[in-house]
């Protein structure tokens, strides 16, 4: 399977539209600190099957380059930008007409991202998460599991 350089940006960059799309309630993207998004990634991001372990081994091994880039881009407001984002996501994943089970799998372990961070998970104990980011999280997984785009 060949990806296009825009695929593997948007692939990529995954997990951090994620992060940021349901924390954008509550948190502005200077009060996700490094430690977060890496406590995110390390105990949220569960999948199994190739094409999610080749995207996200892909991310976890460059993390601080694609959050430094993504920083870099990111607007005041975001929240509306990265479900836009997540929306080339899924058409991308579209494009590339995977098997259902490995599409599953990749939105699957987004979408439980998302969960795990609107639960405030990554930020510790004292953290109390805003309903608004278990809203994000609800749009999320409703973005990346719309149907498939017809050609």
Known sequence: MKLTAEQRVYLGLSPLYVIYAV???????????????????????????EFST???????????????????????????????????????????????EQREDFTGALHALAEFVAAGRPFGPDFVPRPEMRLQAERIGSVLNQPLQSP
């Open 23 to 49: 924390t954008a309630p509550q948190l502005s993207p200077a009060q996700v600190e490094d430690v977060h998004v890496i406590r995110a990634v390390e105990q949220g991001l569960v999948y199994r099957l």
């Open 54 to 100: 080749l995207i996200f081994d892909l991310f976890k091994s460059n993390l601080h380059k694609f959050h430094a880039h993504l920083l870099q881009q990111l607007p005041p407001a975001p929240a509306t930008d990265l479900l836009e984002a997540l929306s080339r996501v899924r058409t991308a994943l579209d494009a590339l007409e995977l098997p259902a």
